[in-house]
């Protein structure tokens, strides 16, 4: 028969044993959650790294468009601008010339 001081450290042993099972098996379990958590991680940075390309390319399309209006429309305001100076010479001295002319035909009426 074993004495009590042998069943009293074999039972130490045991807890001992039992409770660094538990442990081991709780250390396996976090690392089975964080190997988990670090999987969906990169699937998810994965995804995002498509979407910010797709992004991107979509930025670059736009600043294409972008790029196409402001020409068009700076070459509607090129036209303008090319032919506002003329129009307003012709509006000024057509105007000069219609008063000078009602200037003479008064004078010229007295």
Do not use: C, T
Not at 75 to 93: D, K, M, N
């Amino acid at each position: 028969m074993q004495s009590s001081e042998e069943l009293s450290g074999s039972s130490d042993f045991n807890q001992e044993f039992e409770q660094a099972l538990a442990d081991a098996d709780r250390a396996l379990s976090d690392l089975r959650e964080r190997y988990r958590q670090v999987r969906q991680g990169q699937g998810r940075q994965g995804a995002l790294k498509r979407r910010l390309e797709e992004l991107q390319q979509e930025l670059r399309e736009v600043k294409q468009q972008l790029e196409v209006l402001e020409v068009e429309l700076e070459s509607r305001l090129f036209s303008w601008i090319r032919l506002q100076e003329p129009f307003w010479q012709a509006v000024r001295f057509g105007g000069l010339g219609l008063v000078l002319g009602w200037i003479l035909h008064w004078w010229i009426g007295r």
